[in-house]
């Protein structure tokens, strides 16, 4: 182990901290957590643990739901910059603005917002767990889905509503093309293609399996097939090699990281080991903020 992993396992032990990090953050970040996950096992395991740090290796609205469910905790974040293009399309103010002019409809927020969006939110739901949830809502409720166009475009086709979609969209996921997909399944016509359904519609027609971090994990380990094209940002191959060893991943440009979500991959050794010395940079939220943010959060935790 390098000095700097037993620096941060001698941290984590003397100051009673656990370390969350996402399948999309670097093999040496996901080698110091004490939990890897997708957003919806995140938030759970951030509403269970008893430690008294939560240093969140991932984006800012995960952390933000970290700490909005343990106020008591500090919840650290390596780089506070690493923000997310999904949360940064939809402003609250503008949301504020959209509800007022849609008397009756209930907003249904995917968990990648910022606080100040679940604030306004009826319902949180994750790629985890959003068919699932949206499928419990009633069938005629009016439903306002903010921020990913694409996710709510599948949500749609996948339970006949017809949710009223904001117009964000990952600028990871969403700049995947078709043709260089065509190319890979040329290039290994065996094997079987997993997508996140952040992607836009004309890709995720063209694979086998869609789904979040988590459950495209858990298909490959269950699929006796010995070959994948993963559709997602590539920090999840570490993750899906090591839990199978035997098996072939491709990502959809390999080599290529420029395709991959910058904001995550802000999160390495150095700054994680710094913030758990510092005990900084801490995210302070405002009670109310967190209050009323819990909400639905709380509500998608119960359903789900
Ligand atoms: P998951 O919840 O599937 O891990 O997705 C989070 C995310 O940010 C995908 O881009
Ligand atoms: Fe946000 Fe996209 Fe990065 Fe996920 S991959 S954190 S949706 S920018």
Not at 81 to 103: F, I, M, N, Q, V
Not at 130 to 138: F, G, H, W
């Amino acid at each position: 182990m390098s000095t700097l992993k037993q620096q941060i396992e001698t941290l984590k032990k003397e100051k009673n901290a656990i370390i969350l990090a996402h399948y999309y953050t670097l093999p040496e970040v996901q080698e110091v957590a004490d939990f890897v996950g997708d957003s919806l096992g995140l938030a759970r395991k951030a509403a269970e643990t008893d430690a008294d740090i939560i240093l969140f290796a991932g984006v800012h609205f995960m952390a933000e739901t970290a700490k909005i469910l343990n106020p008591t905790k500090k919840v650290l974040v390596p780089d506070m910059s690493a923000g997310c293009s999904l949360a940064d399309s939809c402003k609250a103010e503008k949301l504020a603005e959209y509800k007022a002019k849609h008397p009756g409809y209930k907003v249904l927020s995917y968990v990648n917002c910022s606080a100040a969006v679940k604030a306004l939110s009826d319902l949180i739901v994750t790629s985890g767990n959003a068919l699932k949830l949206v499928n419990q809502l009633l069938q005629d409720e009016k439903i306002i889905f903010v921020p990913d166009g694409n996710l709510g475009d599948y949500i749609n086709r996948m339970t006949g509503r017809e949710m009223i979609l904001w117009d964000g969209a990952c600028c990871v996921h969403d700049h995947y093309e078709v043709e260089q997909l065509e190319k890979m399944k040329a290039e290994h016509p065996n094997a079987i293609v997993v997508a996140h359904p952040e992607c836009r519609r004309e890709m995720l027609e063209k694979v086998d399996f869609i789904g979040s971090t988590a459950a495209m994990l858990n298909f490959i380990s269950e699929n006796d097939a010995r070959e994948f094209i993963v559709v997602t940002e590539s920090g999840i191959l570490y993750e899906m090699q090591r839990r199978n060893p035997d098996k072939v991943f491709h990502t959809l440009y390999e080599g290529a990281p420029e395709h991959d979500c910058i904001n995550m991959k802000k999160n390495n050794l150095e700054n994680i080991y710094q913030a758990l010395c510092d005990e900084a940079p801490e995210l302070i939220m405002d009670e109310e903020l967190r209050q009323k943010a819990l909400v639905p959060i709380q509500r998608m935790l119960d359903l789900s």
